[in-house]
């Protein structure tokens, strides 16, 4: 994905569209106006006394870019890394951070979906899903809320 197609500012193309990613066998969406660019995994320097989701930090073109290891975040086992892993790179408010997933599947659209929200399971613990989408060809995908998944980190 070209660094220069998606902007900063909100651009109507984005609206509705998501960028989906495997964790596990589970599909989870991510709003492409969050998203910057898709890179390979790198080496990622350890920082301590971060939860244990953090896996550290990366240097991406002299920037520092913290990054979150998506499985823990969600409370998925371990998986080794392979070839299909990669981070995906977001911008919120001022700040880059990078997102480790098992891999990435395709752009999709709002409108090629039904739309629905999520059950209530607040008694279930911290839910980062803002809606889920079944696809045409029966697929579902659970869409991030960004603003509860960052909450925590965006504070420190």
Same mark, same amino acid.
């Given at each position: 994905?070209?660094?220069? +197609?998606?902007? %900063?500012?909100?651009?109507?193309?984005?609206?509705?569209?998501? /960028?989906?990613?495997?964790v596990?066998?589970? !599909?989870? *969406? !991510?709003?492409?106006?969050?998203?910057?660019?898709?890179?390979? =995994?790198?080496?990622? +320097?350890?920082?301590? %006394?971060?939860?244990?989701? #953090?896996?550290?930090?990366?240097?991406?073109? *002299?920037?520092?870019?913290?990054?979150?290891?998506?499985?823990?975040?969600?409370?998925?086992?371990? !998986?080794?890394?392979?070839?299909?892993? &990669?981070?995906? #790179?977001?911008?919120?408010?001022?700040?880059?951070?990078?997102?480790?997933?098992d891999?990435v599947?395709?752009?999709?659209?709002?409108?090629?979906?039904? $739309? =629905? /929200?999520?059950?209530?399971?607040?008694?279930?613990?911290?839910?980062?899903?803002?809606s889920?989408?079944? !696809?045409?060809?029966?697929?579902?995908? /659970? &869409?991030?809320? &960004?603003?509860?998944?960052?909450?925590?980190?965006? $504070? =420190?």
């Amino acid at each position: 994905m070209p660094e220069n +197609t998606i902007h %900063t500012e909100v651009n109507d193309d984005l609206v509705g569209r998501f /960028l989906s990613f495997y964790v596990g066998d589970s !599909l989870y *969406g !991510l709003e492409l106006l969050y998203v910057k660019e898709i890179i390979q =995994m790198q080496q990622i +320097t350890l920082v301590p %006394t971060l939860p244990t989701y #953090i896996k550290g930090i990366i240097n991406l073109r *002299g920037k520092v870019v913290p990054v979150i290891d998506v499985r823990r975040k969600l409370s998925q086992p371990d !998986l080794e890394y392979n070839d299909k892993t &990669c981070i995906i #790179i977001t911008q919120i408010d001022e700040m880059q951070v990078g997102l480790i997933v098992d891999s990435v599947a395709e752009v999709v659209s709002s409108s090629q979906s039904e $739309k =629905m /929200l999520p059950p209530d399971m607040s008694l279930m613990g911290e839910n980062y899903i803002h809606s889920i989408m079944h !696809l045409h060809d029966k697929k579902v995908v /659970l &869409c991030l809320d &960004c603003d509860k998944f960052f909450a925590a980190d965006l $504070k =420190m």
